[in-house]
């Protein structure tokens, strides 16, 4: 599993804070270029640790222009506990998912809440015409992978492992929309982003046995090994925060919802035997703009497709799987 860079330029980030790598831009004007070009460089990194370190920087950028540029546009005073949003020492992960999500959702609705009543107040801002506004709306669901391994040696069974794997979650649907300035309204252009923490995994049932040994030509197995137990992959558990279940990407025409589903380890008792979960991994589901605001008003989203591999990769994905995601949107949108 994998944690995706958000490329999106945010108003208000406040997780993840850190001192600016290049010389600090002043005016507004200079941080929002630096921000536009931030993001185009985030995009086009070599690495990921380059691409967290121009993050970080995107992130406190953002961060800053939103208290120079926007705190003094004649919006509300900004709540008391604004200074504890900021301090980096009280910005460690909450003790639970479901707490750590709701931090997360109130620090990107800050600016959103203050913003909200108030549009007619960002008129007179400094800046460029069209302004993001972020909400992030809170989310839950699961994911149900009923799958398995198949793999042959010699045209022999290997491996024949069958599993039911159910993971819950709990989110953030970020919305972000366009506000332009001069024409004192919304452009009606949206982008979507899904944050996930994992709240539990669970192994509804497993079977299966491997081959330890084979003889004769075609080969026969001797000695066949049983998966009797399983553990959670290390990273995977809701108590590491784990990140990135379920997300989501958009462009102009489309919206892809992503699942990474968790990696769950099979072995013997006899300890010779072992193998990995592999159905789920890096799922994608491309659907028009159109779909999308469609699951939006019905406030869920439910799929079932078939994930199972032909030939040589079914000892990852055995043909037949299939990996179930339901989603459960828990607030209508802001007008």
Same mark, same amino acid.
């Given at each position: ?18 001192? !600016?790598?290049? #010389? #600090? ?9 630096? @921000? ?8 086009? !990194? =070599? ?15 953002? @961060?800053?222009?939103? *208290?120079?540029?926007?705190?003094? *546009?004649?919006?509300?005073? @900004? ?14 992960? =909450?003790? *639970? ?13 800050? !600016? ?8 007619? #107040? ?8 069209? +302004?993001? $506004?972020?909400?992030? $709306?809170?989310?839950? &669901? ?41 024409? &004192?309204?919304? *452009? ?27 003889? &004769? ?9 049983? /998966?009797?137990?399983?553990?959670? &992959? ?26 990474? =589903?968790?990696? $769950?380890? /099979? ?19 491309? +659907? ?5 605001? %469609?699951?939006?008003?019905?406030? %869920? ?35």
């Amino acid at each position: 599993m994998h944690i995706a860079l958000r490329s999106i330029p945010i108003l208000l980030t406040l997780l993840c804070a850190a001192p !600016a790598l290049t #010389a #600090a831009p002043q005016s507004c004007e200079e941080m929002q270029a630096t @921000m536009e070009s931030l993001s185009t460089a985030i995009d086009e !990194a =070599a690495n990921e640790m380059v691409a967290a370190g121009l993050q970080a920087e995107l992130d406190s950028l953002s @961060m800053r222009y939103t *208290t120079q540029c926007l705190m003094g *546009t004649g919006l509300p005073v @900004m709540p008391a506990n604004l200074g504890d949003l900021l301090n980096p020492d009280k910005m460690r992960p =909450a003790a *639970t998912p479901q707490e750590e999500i709701k931090r997360r959702r109130e620090a990107i609705n800050l !600016a959103f809440n203050q913003f909200g009543n108030n549009l007619s #107040a960002l008129r007179g801002a400094v800046g460029e015409r069209e +302004v993001p $506004i972020q909400q992030a $709306i809170p989310i839950d &669901g699961m994911v149900l992978v009923e799958g398995g391994s198949l793999a042959t040696f010699y045209n022999a069974v290997k491996r024949d492992l069958r599993y039911t794997v159910r993971e819950t979650y709990e989110g953030n649907l970020i919305v972000t929309r366009y506000y332009d300035r001069i024409a &004192g309204r919304y *452009t009606g252009r949206e982008e979507y982003d899904i944050q996930t923490l994992s709240t539990g995994i669970e192994v509804l049932g497993f079977s299966g046995r491997e081959c330890g040994t084979f003889t &004769g030509s075609p080969s026969v197995c001797t000695q066949w090994h049983t /998966f009797d137990r399983w553990r959670i &992959g290390d990273g995977e558990q809701c108590q590491g925060m784990y990140d990135g279940v379920v997300g989501a990407e958009s462009d102009e025409q489309s919206v892809t919802v992503t699942v990474d =589903a968790a990696d $769950i380890h /099979f072995e013997s008792a006899q300890g010779r035997i072992a193998a990995k979960s592999g159905c789920g991994d890096d799922f994608k589901e491309t +659907v028009s703009r159109e779909t999308f605001k %469609e699951w939006l008003r019905r406030a %869920e989203i439910r799929l079932t497709r078939e994930v199972g591999n032909e030939g040589g990769k079914a000892q990852y994905c055995r043909p037949g799987s299939t990996l179930t995601l339901e989603m459960r949107i828990r607030q209508h949108l802001n007008p």
